[in-house]
């Protein structure tokens, strides 16, 4: 009888589920809208019963079903504990244990930027390393540190929280997180949109995205390939803070690869390979020569990462 | 029979040697000059017969011995690999297996700074954390990461180099390391120097320190003590950077605390209280509230951390 396990993303829109061999083979895979109501816990009663339903119409024998790996939006420690996920309306509580209880299989649950991370290092562009780390540029930029094939969760589940490390002390303007000068705030989608408006509003030099109503980071990537001048000065400065990001994530645990990923990384290797420029400038020499690679999981590397994390708690 | 170890601190001087019980009792201590030879390797063979005369001088029986554990100034793999150590002379090599082959005891190897950060953790101010960091300040800037009651070394040894973050991008001068902006440049011992005598040269403040010739660290820490405007500015920024560098340091690995050792650490908690103030501006809610306390074995932290290496590794 295949072993099998299941890898669930939870989202602020949607939750991702996807159903695993032990050697990383993605059997199937679905999803279904995050169930919005004041009370959070809703959601795990809603991937419990999703679960229970597949199981069941896939006639697997519960025997077979190694655990279920779940990613969260929010800190997550090694124990299962969560303190908080506002945004789901959901306080201090440890999801492996609730979780369990509804489905009677073996849980484990991580940080989703981490879990994606893990999913990476497994199946993806991180195959072969041990130690690596994922930046993600979307929305805004997440992180995921593995050290020795295992997430670095941290004491609060706060590791690996790499876009908000301050790169800019000159910063005025505020990030989400309250602070100035954030990663984020210039190499995440809407960081890269917020520096070309500036540009735009303090330069003379003549570009295409003047005669473009809604920039994109998509948009200022594409100029910047055809050669106008001021997005590639944007592109270099998202490039510019994420090699210092990197030199000093570096300083700290010398990984062997920085990974890209999120939907920026679609711009290709011009960005990794700028990234990779100024790293180089910024690292000590013990450190140079680190891999850099753009993630190629896409959306399904929370759910491999899930996967894997459940069958590495397994042994 | 009661079971010891050996723990070892070799530096460019001084070679330091622990004899410790397994519950982290220090027996006794003792110190040798670092011979310098062409052929660095002398100093194993110099090790090996100095613990072998102690063994013999003491009546201990091999048996009771559990190994030793050496820290090393320069990088050194998980493995005990040292990729080079060029002030000693040394290339690439394996410093557990040629000194277990010297002694026929087993032995553990690591970079010096991470020792004593895993000395702080187990008999220091480190106690009873899982997660922490110790950045000792001296002629340099050395770093250690505690993760899960391990040294971070890394994927090449060079984990916790803190001392060469980017933590100035406007820097003009140049840190022996070759890079610009390191933080080493501003809270070394050295880098107080530094920041006194460039303000002096640039600022026209009344300050004590334009009487002095020779200026040192201690008396930049004196002055602003006393309440000299000059001296708490150079006070504020070496604090300011380091406190940014952990700052940057948390978002990446979330520990629980940081320990300050070193000889500038002596200024005592006029250092960790503002390195604090400026981390806490710095690092988003998830992470604040940290710990940050002063280092207290002092130069013994790294005999400390030898034994700790080699007890830990016996299971």
Chains 1, 2 share one sequence.
Not at 183 to 188: C, D, F, K, R
Not at 229 to 236: F, H, K, M, T, W
Not at 265 to 291: P, R, W
């Amino acid at each position: 009888m295949e072993q099998l396990c299941f890898g669930v993303d939870i989202g602020g829109t949607a939750v991702k589920v996807g159903l695993f061999t032990t050697e990383g083979r993605l059997v199937e895979k679905w999803d279904f809208a995050t169930r919005k109501t004041k009370e959070g816990k809703e959601i795990l009663k809603d991937v419990a019963d999703f679960i229970k339903e597949k199981i069941q119409i896939l006639k697997l024998d519960m025997g077979s079903i190694l655990g279920i790996g779940i990613g969260l939006p929010g800190p997550v420690k090694d124990n299962g504990e969560v303190l908080e996920l506002p945004n789901m309306g959901l306080g201090h509580f440890n999801i492996e244990k609730e979780m369990q209880e509804l489905i009677g299989l073996k849980v484990k649950a991580a940080n989703d930027a981490n879990i994606a991370a893990l999913g990476e290092q497994w199946q993806g562009s991180g195959k072969g390393y041990h130690n690596m780390v994922l930046i993600t540029l979307g929305t805004g930029v997440g992180g995921g540190v593995i050290l020795k094939d295992a997430i670095l969760a941290g004491s609060n589940g706060a590791g690996g929280e790499i876009g908000h490390m301050l790169v800019n002390y000159k910063e005025k303007d505020r990030c989400g997180c309250g602070k100035r000068g954030c990663l984020e705030q210039y190499a995440s989608a809407t960081g890269i949109v917020r520096m070309a408006k500036r540009s735009l509003s303090s330069n003379n030099k003549a570009s295409a995205l003047q005669n473009i109503d809604n920039i994109s980071a998509k948009i200022v990537f594409d100029l910047a390939k055809e050669g106008d001048a001021l997005a590639q000065d944007i592109v270099s400065e998202a490039c510019r803070y994420l090699g210092i990001a990197c030199a000093n994530i570096a300083q700290v645990i010398d990984p062997e690869a920085f990974i890209i990923g999120g939907g920026v990384s679609k711009a290709g290797e011009v960005l990794t390979d700028q990234i990779k420029e100024y790293y180089e400038i910024n690292v000590m020499d013990a450190l140079k020569n680190k891999d850099f690679k753009l993630a190629v999981l896409g959306n399904d590397a929370g759910i491999y990462g899930g996967a894997r994390l459940i069958l590495a708690s397994n042994g």
